[in-house]
């Protein structure tokens, strides 16, 4: 198609090129071209390490860890109840995992005030560098 832009009359010869059988060209070279490309068929061979057959379950992630508190006082640590001397040997071992994981507290609305306070008494004894509170954006809408 083409498109005559004033100059001449209806009758005078149009100046301009017809890209249409060049674009047709164009495209047809294209999938040509996409076609004849050489699949990609060769593969590194790596040996993956295989898990142990007994493996370990280790209470401490390398990533984010849990302490929940229960309405009831419970403390828990990746749900697994725990009193605050095992918090404070687990929070210990943390600081050896290089990044050190990140601590995430979230205590029950209706836990006592004397625990939450112990427990978090127990990570700034310890020295953990990355605490965050979670669960509280639930509780956005109440204020």
Do not use: C
């Not at 898990?51 to 309405?71: L, Q």
């Not at 990140?102 to 836990?111: C, K, M, R, T």
């Not at 020295?127 to 509780?139: A, D």
């Amino acid at each position: 198609m083409a498109i005559s832009m004033g100059g001449g009359g209806a009758d005078a010869p149009m100046g301009d090129m017809n890209t249409t059988p060049l674009i047709d060209v164009m495209l047809v070279l294209l999938i040509m071209f996409i076609i004849t490309l050489p699949i990609q068929t060769h593969a590194v061979k790596i040996d993956l390490p295989v898990p142990p057959e007994n493996p370990i379950d280790d209470p401490i992630k390398p990533d984010v860890n849990k302490v929940f508190i229960a309405d009831s006082g419970v403390i828990m640590w990746n749900g697994a109840p725990v009193n605050t001397t095992q918090l404070a040997d687990y929070l210990e071992r943390t600081k050896d995992i290089e990044p050190t994981p990140e601590l995430q507290l979230e205590p029950h609305p209706n836990a006592r005030y004397v625990i939450v306070d112990n427990v978090l008494a127990v990570i700034k004894r310890s020295g953990v560098s990355g605490l965050g509170f979670v669960g509280n954006e639930r509780y956005a809408r109440e204020f």
